[in-house]
């Protein structure tokens, strides 16, 4: 199992360089600091000496990849490259444009993003489940077909239409809980629970159809005839053999989101003004501040491969017939 | 002086790049279809898709979007009025499309502002100067909304009600006439009575599903009596903060989302395919690298490899900004390029269902004996492998539309999405955030788009829930 973690582990690594690379290329050979500095200073009459200061305040007057002017193994440290992809595998992030320390403010904002995300993908979880397992429940009735079709239909209403229709109704109309923002401690829950309601119903069409395949795969098995020949009722069955069994591919689908959680959701969080980290890319973004950009897309690649790992993980706990 | 006369009634075709590839995707669904005629194991799963009325009457909505996407497809640029004699002839830098030709009173008809759904009045107070020559503040009647009205708060309700009933009459009998001329025509076709075909034509009896289409057919037609004598006459979704008619824009956005939808798949289809199949028939270190390449490619968060991306490309955009010639070709490289990069982050999951099934499939005894007989590798994936997993490209393909067309309208408010000046339902909807704050609120432009996009991801949902029952050799036979 250890030498089975640590392989996984092992195998990350290459991904990781490639990610790096790959976000290195994007951000400083497609697009060189002189372009960067154009962007930010604006476009038409920049001098070079703005420019060049830009650079320097920034930390981009380096050569990109290999410094001929320096001694020894500086050739290689006194670079963009160096500076600015190697140490993200230390997660030393650098400073914003703003002069602002990345990786204090990833920590700070994590906080908020797991504030909506965590009670976000559990109340999902249960209502999904429950919803998908009633529709099981009554399968090839009208319940379900109609489920089916309401289903699919909330799956075709873009996720935008439920954030500003939920923030329309509960917060404009009915005025039960503040429109945006965000507080500490145990004020929080009031600016939680909307975010909350609204990621549940967007998300609860796909959701149900996707565990109602899951349960109706199960159903069709040869041991829950089984179960119903030795005298089991159906919810019986349904409870204790087809939610147990069911359970290996939902575990596994979940897990592999749980790291990813700590990223945050762009759009929820930039709607309703949650100092989170989906907002905070988001502001990254619109601000063009290369380096936030840069640090999150090499958090959540590093997140992403976690998951996997703890997925794997998984599989061996909920299903003993997985040997790693 | 005759020659220059007759060329100042031409048009300049221009050709966009994304209109070039929609050309392209036509004829290759044309070919596919040719294709699939001939063979039975492709036809047999349209068979059923063809008896299920839902999803034939999703079909027909579909079709329609496409239709009106088409239209607007084809691009040209109208002449500028000669103004000397023997001069040469220019012409005029905006780009317009066919649609944009058809409803060109829709386009022209702007208001000065905000003016509500089906109004005479605007939406906010100006002064107004009456004829006794004082002046008084109140809301201005549009220049166009319900203009041939003397008194419109009398005379709006009974003249909107007279239009929408003599519309749809006018669509109801037309789209009578149009069925029973179908049904006879189908009735000819079987060797059957009039009565006899129409009564197994309502029951459902037949090999296609025409209740479903008639009806839908009907629906729409009796829709577009309804809209457009409402639409001339009156701004039917309202106009928005520039005073554009709500409906040209939101008609306008069906080609976004289409391109959106189906252009990125055609980008992406050569190198899903490709690498997929290579990476489970060839297995080994070409395995390993494509493994590796993809799963480093989905291990980036997809909305920040796209945002990346896009702001790279405005970078280069605004540094070679003469390169384009007009703002129309430049919104239409940014669309493309968009399609491009969510092909980029969209194709791994297509390759890796296709790398697990060539996996399987080459073990399998016909590939084995091609191996045998001496076929050359690419003579067995092209023949042998191919063939055997269309079925999975295909149910992709219409998967992922739907979703393509939903993420359009969440890029567009994260500010990565199509060009802020191209029409799109996203961009229509991030405008529009902020008019939901007015008092009293504009709800018409957002609800517009909102409507539109909601019809067309429906269909398309259904569709391709249609598609994949039928073609899925896992869930053929079972409902």
Redesign the interface.
């Known amino acids: 199992m250890l030498s089975y973690i640590i392989r996984r582990i092992a195998y990350a690594i290459?991904?990781l360089i490639?990610?790096n690379l790959?976000?290195f290329l994007?951000?400083f050979v497609?697009?060189t600091p002189d372009?960067?500095a154009?962007?930010h200073l604006g476009?038409k009459r920049v001098t070079p000496e703005a420019m060049e200061k830009w650079k320097a305040d920034h930390g981009y007057d380096k050569p990109i990849a290999f410094n001929p002017a320096a001694e020894g193994m500086a050739k290689f440290t006194h670079t963009i490259f160096y500076e600015k992809s190697i140490r993200l595998f230390l997660f030393d992030f650098g400073r914003a444009d703003d002069g602002r320390n990345i990786g204090a403010d990833i920590r700070q904002r994590m906080g908020p993003s797991l504030a909506i995300a965590v009670p976000g993908l559990i109340v999902g979880l249960l209502v999904n489940i429950t919803a998908a397992m009633l529709i099981a429940f009554f399968r090839a009735t009208y319940i379900d077909a109609y489920g089916v079709v309401l289903a699919?239909?909330m799956?075709?209403?873009?996720?935008?239409?439920y954030i500003?229709g939920g923030?329309?109704i509960f917060s404009?109309t009915l005025r039960l809980v503040p429109i945006s923002g965000y507080d500490t401690g145990w004020d929080a829950i009031k600016f939680i629970v909307l975010p909350v309601v609204v990621g549940l119903i967007s998300g609860v069409g796909s959701g149900m159809r996707w565990y109602r395949t899951i349960f109706l795969e199960e159903i069709g098995k040869d041991y829950v005839r089984s179960a119903r020949a030795k005298g089991l009722s159906e919810l019986a069955v349904l409870f204790s053999h087809v939610l147990r069994n069911a359970l290996v591919p939902i575990l596994t689908g979940v897990v592999v989101v749980i790291p990813?959680l700590f990223?945050g959701s762009?759009?929820t969080e930039?709607f309703f003004s949650i100092p989170g980290l989906g907002s905070y890319?988001?502001d990254a973004?619109?601000s063009?501040d290369?380096g936030i950009?840069r640090a999150?897309?090499f958090l959540?690649?590093v997140l992403?491969?976690v998951g996997l790992i703890l997925t794997d993980i998984s599989y061996t706990w909920v299903d003993p017939r997985v040997r790693l | 002086m005759g020659e220059s006369k007759m060329a100042a009634l031409s048009f300049q075709p221009v050709v966009l790049w994304t209109d070039a590839l929609v050309y392209l995707l036509l004829a290759a669904l044309l070919a596919f279809s040719f294709y699939a005629i001939k063979r039975e194991h492709l036809r047999a799963p349209w068979r059923q898709v063809r008896r299920r009325p839902l999803v034939m009457s999703s079909l027909v909505v579909l079709l329609f979007y496409i239709a009106i996407g088409l239209t607007d497809s084809f691009h040209f640029r109208k002449p500028l009025p000669v103004t000397e004699a023997n001069q040469e002839i220019q012409y005029s830098p905006e780009v317009l499309s066919l649609l944009d030709w058809l409803l060109e009173d829709l386009k022209s008809n702007t208001e000065r502002s905000y003016s509500a759904p089906l109004a005479a009045y605007a939406f906010t107070k100006e002064m107004i100067t009456v004829e006794d020559g004082t002046q008084r503040r109140d809301y201005p009647r549009l220049v166009y909304g319900g203009a041939h009205l003397q008194h419109p708060e009398t005379e709006r309700s009974a003249d909107l009600l007279a239009l929408v009933l003599r519309g749809g009459t006018t669509g109801l009998v037309l789209a009578g006439i149009l069925t029973g001329a179908f049904i006879l025509r189908l009735s000819r076709h079987h060797r059957k009575g009039f009565g006899e075909m129409a009564g197994l034509v309502m029951r459902g009896e037949c090999e296609t599903a025409w209740k479903g289409i008639l009806i839908t057919l009907t629906s729409i037609l009796i829709l577009s009596a309804v809209v457009i004598p409402l639409s001339t006459q009156y701004h039917l979704f309202g106009t928005d903060k520039v005073g554009q008619d709500v409906l040209y824009l939101t008609l306008k956005g069906i080609r976004t989302g289409l391109v959106i939808g189906t252009l990125t798949t055609l980008v992406m289809l050569p190198f899903a395919v490709s690498l997929g199949i290579a990476a489970g028939y060839f297995r080994g270190w070409i395995d390993d690298l494509i493994q590796y390449l993809y799963t480093t490619l989905s291990s980036i968060p997809g909305v920040l490899l796209i945002a990346a991306a896009v702001l790279i490309l405005q970078v280069y955009m605004d540094k070679n900004a003469e390169a384009f010639s007009s703002v129309t070709e430049r919104a239409d490289v940014r669309l493309l390029f968009l399609c491009i990069i969510l092909g980029v982050t969209g194709w791994i999951g297509l390759c890796r269902l296709l790398r697990g099934e060539t996996l399987k499939l080459r073990e399998l005894e016909y590939v084995q004996a091609a191996t045998a007989l001496g076929v050359s590798n690419g003579a067995i994936l092209v023949r042998h492998i191919l063939p055997n997993v269309m079925h999975i490209i295909l149910i992709s393909v219409v998967l992922d539309f739907s979703g393509l067309v939903l993420a359009e309208a969440v890029l567009a408010y994260v500010g990565v999405g199509v060009d802020p000046a191209m029409i799109s339902w996203g961009n229509m909807i991030n405008s529009a955030r902020l008019e939901l704050a007015r008092e009293p609120v504009v709800w018409w432009s957002l609800s517009a788009a909102f409507i539109l996009m909601f019809g067309l991801v429906l269909s398309a949902n259904v569709f391709s829930d249609g598609v994949r029952d039928a073609f899925d050799p896992r869930l053929r036979g079972r409902s």
């Open positions: 290459p991904i490639g990610v790959l976000t994007l951000f497609v697009n372009d960067m154009r962007l476009m699919v239909a799956m075709s209403i873009s996720s935008l239409f500003i923030q329309f404009k990813l990223m762009l759009i930039s890319t988001i973004i619109n063009q290369f950009v999150m897309v959540g690649s992403y491969i």
